[in-house]
Each structure stands twice: as C-alpha cells, then as structure tokens.
C-alpha cells in the first residue's frame, strides 16, 4: 500500500475518465465500458480495440500505475466472476473508488461501502448510478476506499486469511 498511494502527480488527459484495467476476456465485462464510453469519458489499460470513444493505454508499465489510479475519476470493474482483483485493490488504494459487480469481493466491499456495489454486471442503469454517486461524493469515496484497503488488505490480516483457510481445509 506504500507504492500504491494516493499522487499529486496526474497523468495527463485522465481527469475525470472512469478506468477500466485488464484483459478484455469475455468474464471481465469490457462491454460495460464500452457502454458507459457512450456517456461519460472511459480509459481503458488493456489491448486496443477498434472502439472510438475509449482512450486506450496498452503499454502502461507497473511504475505508472500509480499515477493512473490517482488521476481517474473512478475504477470499472463490472466483471461476471472474480476474486479480489488486483486493479481493484490497487486502484482503492490510490484513493479512487472502484465500482463493482455485486461478484467475488463485491459483497465484502458492500458492507463497507454500499454505493460502489452494483448488483447484476450487465445492469448499465445501476453501473451509472455508482458513477453518478463518484461524481456525487467523490472526495468521501477516495477516503472509505484507501480506507478499506489499509484496514483489510495489510499484511497481517492476509496472513490470518490465509490460516484460517488452512484451517478449513486440514
């Protein structure tokens, strides 16, 4: 969480673009972005496509992503399955609100941070009335998102994750 940090630094050209980072297989809902590119400025740090309205990045390196995250508006991540995906955890930890798919972590966060959950990936109502909640309450969800990271993601609380597991299984 100290490389993955909120930065004054911003990269140009990303102020309020909602980011998408990932493959584009076909469980990680890259139509959704597309869908919302329609309306509202998307970045995508994934292969190029052919679409018109997203920004692409396809050869961002490790060293940027921090500065990627702080400059977004919020991250996407409306994938149909997944575990807690490492954009997501990355992303809050830079202080910008991950929006997800009510999937793999989703319902964890929703706990914590209700407004960012949207229930059904392929709801493109609910995905933008997360967005509009970003644009709503921004500064309040970059703070319980960098939040959530540091108070479930540290290295001791992983380490009890996985001993439990453990547990479980033996």
Request: with cysteine; aromatic share 10%; charged share 25%.
């Amino acid at each position: 969480t100290e490389f993955y940090s909120p930065r004054k630094k911003k990269e140009p050209g990303l102020e309020n673009s909602n980011l998408y980072v990932g493959s584009r297989a076909p469980w990680k809902n890259f139509e959704m972005g597309e869908k919302i590119a329609q309306t509202r400025k998307v970045t995508a740090v994934a292969r190029r496509g052919s679409e018109k309205n997203i920004k692409f990045i396809p050869d961002a390196i490790e060293s940027q992503m921090p500065s990627i995250y702080s400059s977004a508006h919020a991250l996407l991540a409306p994938s149909y399955h997944e575990g807690f995906g490492y954009a997501a955890a990355e992303s809050m930890s830079c202080g910008t609100p991950a929006i997800f798919a009510q999937t793999g972590f989703g319902p964890e966060i929703a706990r914590e941070i209700p407004e960012m959950i949207v229930g059904n990936p392929d709801d493109y109502d609910a995905m933008m009335r997360a967005v509009q909640a970003v644009d709503d309450n921004r500064k309040e969800l970059s703070a319980k998102s960098r939040s959530y990271i540091l108070k479930h993601n540290s290295l001791k609380d992983w380490q009890k994750k996985w001993l439990a597991l453990a547990e479980e299984i033996v």
